[in-house]
């Protein structure tokens, strides 16, 4: 006999058998077998492995085949355009040395597991650093090495693991409008046709109530009814299967569980009454449970974008910018600033958006935006990115990209150099809605064993109303909604709060701290004297140094000179500032120094004097100037107003005691104040109070010399005069014309607090009044299933109505 040749083995032949993708869960005619699973691809089988190969397959741990299906064969020539330097230009944020940095918009984004992917990144590709992800917006905001990876091989992983990113370089700045859910539009569509045509169908059920004399159009209606319910049942409804599926795999109950459940009995109690023939069934129930739910759904995030829209495009910081036109300082605001605008950067102030070196000497500090805090010089027509930080003295720039406040805003939240445990307590919101779902199901149960043995045919009606009209949602939605629109009333007033967490931090603030240079004082007027000698040169030079600087009381003697004596700058070199001392530099080759009496001559700062900045030049000391600080409006008011509310106040200033009579008859003689205070001072102070747990403690300072006091409080605000002073340190910026409101703000989050334990105590009255009805079986599942979305809507234009009456009381 011939030898019979072995059989070849097709390599990764598919098999026609219907199954389930183990890793996006698609259906497929034909499968391909690895690892003990199938999948209807080689691309979702390749992430499989690429997530093996990791050690990341605890992502599926996290929801049943939670990936996104890797559509197409990938081509590696799809992304080639990102290696030219136009595309890098346009796409990446940030880069330097080491790092760059870029963010996308990924359409694709849509459960827990997908931020749990995204935020490991840095695990699957060698080069990149770390990856965050805003999960309203379905962003992710990526920093990578340039020299181990590249931007094409960071977008290429992207689109292996099923999140291709929407890239559009005609137009990188402008907003990516959110897409709409067809979706969802279909399926409310589906079971809107589907409830209406049941409805029909059901009237000769009703106003015969079941007794039809001809028998083959019952069967007939009956058999229609079923026939309608079943892409309700299997498409509209499968949202809520799915998410309380994934629920229950992370060993929790969710708000979808108990809405499943209902739908699941409701239909399952149908079909088995039509098949056997004892009944009509509930699909009437079932259609219009599904229908009305996800119609108030999708109310619910309509309503819940427009907060988004809002926060996004009204909360805008109060930054003030410097421009320059024709030669001429003029301020402004940052969100006039435009493409090919000058400006001018000082020490220490942040560069608002991208730009180009024209003058000056550039020594930029990138740690607000890398973390690195080695200063790098930069040379004329080098490009400086937003979020940087100058060092040195001032420099003029020219904008190259419109101002991306949303960048700014992301670096404020989410540096990591700059993050702790801050306003990190848990939400009083949490230990009361925790454990909802799980009574709810308790109570339903017992409704079900009771009515089984008091009469049967009240169980499904029961226990299916019961799980419907109850409304954890409500819950939950009650805090979202409250402090998104407190963010709304708190930006219109002045106050920019970095986040909703910091409402309640504000809530619980029982003990205040002041600076007083620029934040109780005005920052741009004084009545300033100078004793000792100047000549009109020297004068310039201390111009052109004060000039330099951002400090308060530096810019209070610029304004001075400048309307006295009409001084010429000049250049300065070598500029370098000492935070709570002072400043110097070289000014046509002298050597000027400004600060305080122990920065120029060494001797101890005065006591009983106003404040003081001495002038050095050549070591020479020339004089001092005297400074008598003007208050701002309202300042004595306010302090009253705290009083009254209880709040223990505290000063502290890194000037010395000549105002403290003044200051004394603003806060009495019992208030604790400190004089002479370095930023190191008053960094410990604040730790000192916080000794005590039962301490919060707010700190009010300029963001110059409070960065390390504002970062150690409870709540930290930095107070914003026409500079672009800021700290990430700060929970808020506050427009400095607004102090006088800090009453009003503080009263506002208190409110927003009982505004939400209100809103509780309506929807636990309302779940209890339904329950009632419910578990007496006097309330049908599709009356319940329109009255769970109206709690929704009830709660929400409760809190809404609510927390706009709490600010017009408080004039905000």
């Known amino acids: 006999m011939p030898a019979v040749d072995a059989p070849v083995r097709k390599k990764e032949k598919p098999v026609i058998r219907p199954a389930h993708c183990y890793h996006c869960g698609e259906v497929c005619d034909a499968y391909i077998a690895g690892d003990e699973h199938v999948f209807c691809c080689d691309g979702c089988k390749f992430v499989y492995s ?120 005609n137009d990188s700045e402008a907003k990516k409008e959110k897409k709409i859910n067809r979706k969802q539009f279909y399926k409310i569509g589906v079971a809107g046709f589907c409830f209406s045509n049941i409805m029909m169908l059901s009237f000769p059920e009703y106003f015969s109530s079941g007794d039809i004399a001809e028998g083959t159009l019952k069967h007939l209606f009956v058999y229609l009814n079923l026939v309608l319910a079943l892409p309700v049942f299997f498409y509209s409804a499968s949202d809520f299967f799915v998410s309380a599926w994934k629920g229950l795999q ?69 930054l003030g910018i410097t421009k320059l036109n024709d030669g001429k300082e003029v301020p402004a605001t940052i969100g006039s600033l435009e493409k090919n605008d000058r400006i001018l950067v000082r020490h220490g102030e942040m560069v608002p958006a991208d730009s180009v070196l024209l003058n000056g000497e550039a020594s930029i500090d990138y740690s607000f935006v890398s973390g690195e805090n080695t200063p790098l010089a930069k040379n004329k027509g080098e490009l400086i990115y937003a979020g940087a930080k100058q060092l040195g003295g001032s420099i003029e720039l020219l904008v190259i990209k419109p101002v991306n406040q949303s960048y700014i805003t992301q670096l404020w939240n989410n540096n990591d150099f ?56 409500s819950l939950l939605l009650s805090a979202t909604f409250t402090f998104g629109n407190m963010l709304r009333y708190y930006g219109k007033n002045g106050l920019y709060l970095k986040n909703a967490t910091v409402i309640e931090s504000l809530a619980r603030v029982n003990k205040i701290v002041f600076d007083k240079t620029g934040t109780l004082t005005y920052a741009s007027t004084a009545q300033i004297e100078f004793a000792g000698s100047l000549t009109q040169e020297q004068k310039e030079f201390v111009y052109s140094l004060a000039k330099e600087s951002a400090h308060p009381l530096s810019r209070l003697i610029k304004d001075h000179l400048l309307k006295n004596d009409k001084p010429v700058a000049h250049p300065v070199s070598l500029f370098t500032e000492t935070p709570g001392k002072g400043a110097e530099g070289l000014v046509n080759g002298y050597r000027i120094k400004l600060g305080s009496r122990s920065f120029i001559t060494g001797a101890k700062d005065r006591s009983g004097t106003t404040a003081e900045v001495w002038v050095a030049i050549e070591g020479d000391v020339k004089g001092c100037f005297s400074i008598q600080n003007l208050y701002r409006e309202g300042v004595n008011g306010l302090v009253k107003a705290l009083e009254e509310k209880g709040y223990g106040l505290h000063l502290l200033s890194g000037d010395n005691d000549a105002e403290k009579g003044r200051l004394q008859s603003f806060f009495g003689r019992t208030t604790p104040m400190l004089f002479n205070q370095s930023p190191q001072d008053k960094l410990d102070y604040i730790k000192g109070l916080k000794q005590t747990a039962a301490n919060k403690v707010l700190m009010l300072g300029d963001g110059l010399n409070d960065a390390g006091a504002l970062k150690q409080s409870n709540v930290g605000i930095a107070i914003s005069e026409n500079t672009s002073q800021f700290t990430p340190a700060s929970d808020a910026i506050l427009d400095s014309k607004k102090l006088d409101k800090l009453n009003a703000f503080l009263g506002y989050a208190k409110a927003g607090k009982t505004v939400v334990l209100a809103s509780w105590v309506i929807s636990i009255l ?37 927390t706009t009456i709490a600010a017009k009381r408080r004039g905000l």
């Open 250 to 318: 992370q060993k929790w109950l969710n708000i979808d569980a108990p809405i499943a459940l209902s739908i699941l009995i409701t239909f399952s109690r149908s079909v088995y009454e039509v098949l056997s023939g004892t009944g009509a069934g509930y699909f009437d129930s079932m259609s219009g449970i599904v229908l009305f739910m996800l119609a108030g759904r999708w109310f619910q995030n309509k309503t819940y974008d427009s907060f988004s829209f809002d926060r996004d495009y009204k909360s805008y910081f109060p």
């Open 418 to 473: 700059f993050a702790d445990s801050k306003n990190g307590e848990k939400s009083f919101v949490h230990p009361w809605s925790r454990y909802f779902t799980a009574v709810l199901f308790t109570v339903a149960a017992l409704a079900g064993v009771y009515w089984s043995v008091v009469n049967p045919a009240n169980v499904l009606p029961a226990v299916s109303a019961a799980l419907i009209v109850a409304c954890p949602c």
């Open 50 to 169: 690429l997530l093996k190969e990791n050690g990341l397959c605890n992502y599926y741990d996290l929801s049943n085949t939670p990936g996104i299906k890797v559509k197409g064969k990938f081509s590696s020539d799809k992304f080639s355009f990102l290696d030219t330097e136009e595309a890098k230009q346009k796409l990446i944020t940030f880069k330097d040395e080491k790092q760059s940095q870029v963010g996308f918009y990924l359409p694709q984004m849509h459960c827990a597991s997908c931020i749990w992917l995204l935020e490991n990144l840095h695990a699957i590709q060698q080069g990149i650093l770390f990856s965050k992800t805003n999960f309203g917006r379905k962003e992710v905001f990526i920093a990578f090495n340039h020299n181990e990876t590249s931007l094409r091989k960071v977008v290429e992983l992207l689109a292996f693991i099923g999140y291709e990113p929407y890239i559009s370089l």
């Open 766 to 802: 309302y779940n209890f009044v339904g329950l009632g009805f419910a578990v007496q079986a006097k309330l049908s599942p599709l009356v319940a299933a329109i009255l769970m979305p109206v709690s929704s809507i009830t709660i929400v234009t409760f809190v809404t109505i609510a």
